[in-house]
């Protein structure tokens, strides 16, 4: 099973920071990856599906980056609504794997 | 809009068969694209469970696979996961999702505890 290496795990920031997360994948998965948001509580959502594509209705100070094993998640100005946990998962090949999670916490 | 629905008991004796179905709404499984069951322990991370197509094709888990099976009636517009042998580490919330490129569309989520 491919194996995706998430960092940091967790991180502090101000509203109006800039943030990224990566995720190292155990071996190539060409862009075959997508990050989720998850909040207390509630299901994780979708922002990002093909390494960078922007899932429709999501806010564009997310964006990803990234190909083959490592990929970024930036957030380009942190927002109140934004301090949740993220994970990535691939979906290139199953078992399907996600991320261990980043949880971003208020500075 | 797309919705999927959890249901199934919120409790489950140690031992015992797990069985959770999703009903899907605005959406016809028979359509296409996959569909997955994940789990969260609480506190925990994500991790998938399995997933199935809507003619019936399915991926498990691995770490799961010997103890799970996913089905699916169309006729009904949902899906269901049954894991057996259940034991304290089976305890999560259980989500099912509709997997296109990634899970684009997931259910509230489903708590069950794993206790006698």
């Known amino acids: 099973a491919i194996q995706m290496t998430q960092s940091p795990s967790s991180l502090s920031a101000s509203v109006g920071d800039r943030v990224t997360i990566t995720c190292r994948a155990s071996q190539g998965i060409r862009n075959d990856l997508g990050w989720y948001q998850q909040k207390p509580g509630k299901a994780p959502k979708l922002l990002i599906y093909a390494a960078s594509s922007l899932q429709s209705g999501v806010p564009s100070r997310f964006s990803g980056s990234g190909s083959g094993t490592d990929f970024t998640l930036t957030i380009s100005s942190l927002q109140p609504e934004d301090f949740a946990t993220y994970y990535c998962?691939?979906?290139?090949?199953?078992?399907?794997?996600f991320g261990q999670g980043t949880k971003v916490e208020i500075k | 809009q797309v919705q999927l629905q959890e249901s199934g008991p919120g409790l489950v004796k140690p031992s015992e068969t797990l069985s959770l179905t999703c009903a899907v709404s605005g959406y016809s499984i028979s359509s296409g694209y996959y569909w997955g069951w994940i789990r969260q322990p609480p506190g925990k991370g994500l991790e998938w469970i399995g997933s199935?197509?809507?003619?019936?094709?399915?991926y498990y888990n691995p770490s799961l696979k010997s103890r799970v099976t996913i089905s699916v009636d169309t006729s009904k517009n949902q899906f269901s996961l049954k894991l057996s042998s259940v034991t304290a580490a089976d305890t999560a919330v259980y989500y099912c999702a509709r997997e296109v490129v990634n899970f684009d569309y997931w259910g509230q989520g489903t708590l069950v505890t794993v206790s006698s």
């Open positions: 199935i197509y809507h003619s019936g094709s399915t």
């Open positions: 998962l691939q979906d290139y090949n199953y078992p399907l794997t």
